[in-house]
Each structure stands twice: as structure tokens, then as C-alpha cells.
């Protein structure tokens, strides 16, 4: 199945954005060569004959957005309907083009990040940390699997704070190879039974540099799959 139609649609769009009155000349600049850049894509495939019904959902929002850009003049209003039909663009891109495994493997990452941050931020920060990530990292899992953008944005949001738990119990376990019985004590002065702390010394570390791995594997994972999200 040619992609005539959406074509069609994607360079009728570049004209109502250059015309339009109420957008600024640096968002059209922006938006058209996003458009264009995707318009040289959806020339160049076939889609399969099982995506059609996506593929008129597709156009059909296209077309919504012309009508939207002809009549409106809401300058913040179009410019999330275009931003959000590029994303969906980009999307339905990755569908045609059957790339989407990253979408299975990001989520398998960002699972193993989370549930490692969990089991090793009360150490170190006690339970408030993890607490108030609890709910980002449903509600992002959630929004993940249905392709949304704020579901991505929430579960990325893991990241820079199980590489800071990483961070923390490998340096504890570099201290405590010089120190291992001011090491044990300091786990036991957080409230952890002497003969759990014992273990920790050497299994939070370990599990430190595993954290370490999946929160850059979910990083990589999450840059790969962005345009998954709409």
C-alpha cells in the first residue's frame, strides 16, 4: 500500500503552517523541517496492507490539523496539535516500518532500573525516596505500554536517580574495602540487623553496578525508542 495520502497531507500541512499568521517564523522554520524530514521517510516506504486502518487514522488527524490551522487562532493550541501530530507521524513511522522491539526492550530495562532503586535507595535514604517514585514509576509503566510521551517522560525520570543510588553503594563498597567494620556499622546505624548489614557490604555494591547497568542500558534503551511515544 503506496503512502500517497499521507504525503498529500504532510505537504498540505507545510503550506498552512508557512502561511499561518499567529505562529511564530521560528516554530514554522522548526515544524517544516521536521515535516519535511518526515515526508522523505513516508515517500520512501511501503506500508503493509494490516496497518490500513492506522494508516486512515493517520491521515484523517492530518487532515483535522489543516482544518485546526485554517480556523484557529490559538498560537499555543496549534502548536501542541502540530508537535503532537509529529510525534504521531513519527510513531505510526516506527509501526510501518515494524520498529518497534525497542518499545519491549526499553520496558524490560527501565523494570529491572526500577525494582533495583527500590530494593537499594532505603539504605542510604531511607524510605521517602523510593516512596515518592512509587507512583511515577506505575503511572509511568502504565502510560509506557499505551505509547504515551508523559508515560516516558516518568519512567526516564528513574534514571539519573538510580545512577545516584549506583553511584552511592559502589563508592561505599570502594570505602569499604578499607574499612569494612566502620562500613557494617554505618548500615547498622540506619536500622539494618547487624547480620543483614554484614551481607550488604559486599551484595549492595554488587547490586550497585548491576543498577549501574540497567539505568545506562535504560538510557540507551529510552533514546533508541523516543519516537515510539506520542
Given at each position: 500500500m503506496n503512502t500517497n495520502l499521507v504525503i498529500t497531507t504532510i505537504?498540505?500541512?507545510?503550506?498552512e503552517i508557512e502561511k499561518n499568521k499567529n505562529?511564530?517564523?521560528?516554530?514554522?522554520?522548526?515544524?517544516r523541517l521536521q515535516l519535511d524530514k518526515l515526508l522523505n521517510k513516508y515517500i520512501e516506504i511501503e506500508i503493509s496492507d494490516?496497518?490500513?486502518?492506522?494508516y486512515?487514522?493517520?491521515n484523517g488527524?492530518?487532515?483535522?490539523?489543516?482544518?485546526?490551522?485554517k480556523v484557529s487562532k490559538d498560537k499555543n493550541k496549534l502548536e501542541t496539535s502540530i508537535e503532537v501530530y509529529i510525534r504521531y507521524l513519527k510513531a505510526s513511522l516506527c509501526d510501518f516500518e515494524e520498529k518497534t522491539t525497542y518499545l519491549r526492550k526499553y520496558i524490560t530495562s527501565f523494570l529491572f532500573s526500577a525494582m533495583l532503586f527500590l530494593a537499594l535507595s532505603p539504605q542510604?535514604?531511607?524510605?521517602?525516596?523510593?516512596?515518592?517514585?512509587?507512583?511515577?514509576?506505575?503511572?509511568?509503566l502504565k502510560g509506557v505500554k499505551q505509547r504515551s510521551i508523559t508515560g516516558f517522560y516518568m519512567t526516564m525520570s528513574?534514571?539519573?536517580?538510580?545512577?545516584?543510588t549506583s553511584f552511592t553503594w559502589i563508592r561505599y563498597g570502594i570505602n569499604a574495602k578499607s574499612d569494612y567494620l566502620g562500613a557494617v556499622k554505618a548500615i547498622v546505624d540506619g536500622g539494618v540487623a547487624q547480620g543483614l548489614a554484614e551481607k550488604l557490604v559486599y551484595i549492595g555494591p554488587i547490586f550497585g553496578i548491576?543498577?549501574?547497568i540497567f539505568a545506562c542500558l535504560q538510557l540507551y534503551r529510552g533514546y533508541k525508542s523516543r519516537d515510539l511515544f506520542i
Open positions: 505537504k498540505q500541512l507545510n503550506t505562529l511564530k517564523e521560528n516554530k514554522k522554520q522548526k515544524y494490516k496497518f490500513k486502518t492506522q486512515n487514522q493517520l488527524k492530518g487532515v483535522e490539523l489543516i482544518k485546526e490551522l542510604f535514604y531511607g524510605f521517602i525516596l523510593p516512596v515518592l517514585f512509587f507512583l511515577p514509576i506505575y503511572i509511568g528513574v534514571v539519573p536517580v538510580a545512577l545516584m548491576i543498577l549501574l
